[in-house]
């Protein structure tokens, strides 16, 4: 599939292949590196003091903490989740099977907004099971757990879809192996199975935590935007853009943007492991 | 078949696996084990009993279910009925780990992220034994499949020959009390499977493990095993030793599948056949008045001058084969070809060329009372 395109292009004249090129190469500029570059040069713009300050800001510190916290509890969730959903498709056949597999790429087919929405529905002070959790003091909407319950929504299937296809490559043969050599089902995991998956694993789980981190849409509906309290730090973005402070609104952004670059050279470091295996 | 055993490795040391006398070795008994896939029977209602210390080999072509059988001793499938024993304890309810079989994997299935020093540990530390103990059993297994300077290599780093012999050492850690090898010199060349039979053989004298191997090379199984199981679409067509299969075949099956066969049409009367014009003995028949006789290379004679119940037939081709010629011949008579295998002697003494006029006489003839390919057909 891969060799195709590139044994047709080199057969091309020059002049399509330059054409194409550069078509490639202008897209990129246009739609990537100009729009970086002009976050840095905003978030810059007042000086360095300036822009330390937008950072240092409580509502600022808060968002990145918060961040941080709920890409923390989202990511564990979904290695738990996504192994044991790559674990069941690859390796057993079941009635749903393939509904289950069609499920997983859910969140990524619907508009987070609409998770959001849908988590309202359930949750908020109007919603099914709402009230009763607050009537026993647990509040989800607008707090922790509802921000925490989207972002693993819209994340949970980057590690099961990164680990199917490479569960189904490498056969069961060598669990098979480990399990009539006298190891348990647990051994099996730990010693034969985790060490063949782990750079997929780990794929999966900065591609799910970079998208966590980002995540606006479902965050934004669930979490009201409380400042210092319920603010991660997109949405925190959107609040300092909205009241006019560009400079800030960009520094919090940059924030973001490095660690989306972060995540990339990650992801091309893991992704040559991952084909190593 | 080949002898070319001399360059192979010797198994090293004594006494590895387990080392009971060939009489106390523990005894297989597989009883009505029928195993289902969807409509297909892998097994269908197979019956065997593997005596202790024993190096029986599972002979058949593939879809045949001698790897669902070695599966099932092994653990890895559960059978839809009957029961497979080892000592008389049933082996399907047992945990792995109390069954204690060691198993090779046609393609090895070696851990690849371990090297091979952990690989032939792995079934002592899932036991949690004493590392002590592991590094000398380890060392032992090295020097057995003699890899001692290779500890250190990833399975990725070995030729299939060393992947080979580091999955049988593997298997051999922990002591098992069978062993099986489910095609264990499919995947190597030929130079190196003829060592590693020789090897498997003399390892096998050594320390008297029962020992299950499955193959659909019939060399492979009268080389190395001392008994044959020839099986066929999930049920068993014969067991013996190697000889009395390959000399007493009970159905066409068995005679077409060890070893090459010319097969004729015949008329039968009693005590005789009657192939295309000439009338050869075939001992007692009873049955349909047609069929078909079976007869093998090797008994087949080739002469230069025409005899009584000899065939006129022209040679089409000779090629040369290990200890001998085989000879490719049109019959017109009976308008097909047959095959005649010859030793060198004879081979060099009628000097055989392409297009020469021979004629054919057959030492010997079978012909089968439930030939489901003959008559009838």
Known sequence: MIDTPAIAATHEPAWIRRIVIAIGVAFVGLFVIVPLVAVFGEAFRGGLAAYGHAIADPAALSAIQLTFLAAGIAMPLNVVFGVAAAWAIARFRFPGRSILITLIDLPLAVSPVIAGMVFVLLFGQQGLIGPWLSAHGVKVIFALPGIVLATTFVTFPFVARELVPLLEAQGAEEEEAAIVLGASGWQTFVRVTLPKIKWGLLYGVVLCTARAMGEFGAVSVVSGHIRGRTNTLPLHVEILYNEYEYQAAFAVASLLVVLALASLVARRVIARRVEAT | ?377
């Open chain 2, 1 to 377: 078949m080949t002898d070319d055993l001399t360059r192979a490795p010797r198994p090293a040391g004594k006494a590895v696996g387990v080392p009971t006398p060939r009489d106390l070795a523990p005894l297989i008994a597989v009883r009505g084990l029928t195993k289902r896939f969807g409509t297909f029977y892998a097994l269908d209602d197979v019956s065997l009993e593997v005596a202790g210390g024993g190096l029986v080999a599972l002979l058949g072509p593939s879809g045949s279910g001698k790897t669902t059988l070695l599966r099932i001793l092994a653990g890895l499938e559960r059978p839809d009925q009957g029961s497979a024993l080892l000592d008389g304890l049933d082996l399907v309810s047992q945990s792995a780990r109390q069954r204690n079989v060691g198993l090779v994997f046609q393609h090895y299935a070696l851990f690849r992220h371990l090297d091979v020093y952990e690989n032939i540990a792995f079934a002592l530390r899932v036991r949690k034994r004493p590392a002590a103990e592991v590094d000398a059993r380890v060392r032992e297994l090295l020097a057995l499949i003699q890899l001692e300077s290779l500890g250190r290599r990833l399975p990725s780093q070995l030729s299939g020959g060393q992947r080979q012999r580091v999955a049988l050492a593997r298997a051999l850690a922990a002591r098992p009390r069978v062993l099986l090898l489910d095609e264990p010199f499919g995947a190597l060349d030929a130079q190196v499977r003829a060592e590693l039979r020789g090897w498997l053989r003399r390892l096998h004298d050594e320390i008297h493990l029962t020992t299950v191997f499955v193959t659909h090379d019939q060399d492979e199984a009268f080389e190395v095993a001392d008994r044959i199981v020839v099986m066929n679409r999930g049920k068993i067509e014969q067991t013996g030793a190697p000889a009395d299969v390959f000399e007493h075949p009970d159905n066409d099956f068995v005679m077409r599948f060890l070893g090459h066969v010319n097969v004729l049409d015949a008329e039968f009367a009693g005590s005789h056949a009657k192939i295309g014009d000439i009338t050869v003995a075939i001992g007692e028949h009873s049955g349909e008045s047609r069929g078909r006789i079976y007869v093998r290379p090797h008994e087949v004679d080739i002469a230069r001058a025409p005899g009584a119940g000899a065939f006129a037939a022209r040679v089409v081709r000779v090629t040369p084969l290990s200890g001998g010629l085989k000879v490719e011949l049109s019959v017109p008579s009976i308008g097909s070809r047959m095959r005649a295998d010859l030793d060198w002697e004879r081979g060099t003494a009628l000097a055989l060329r392409d297009g020469d006029d021979v004629f054919l006489s057959l030492r010997r003839a079978r012909v089968f009372a439930h030939d489901r390919q003959g008559a009838g057909s």
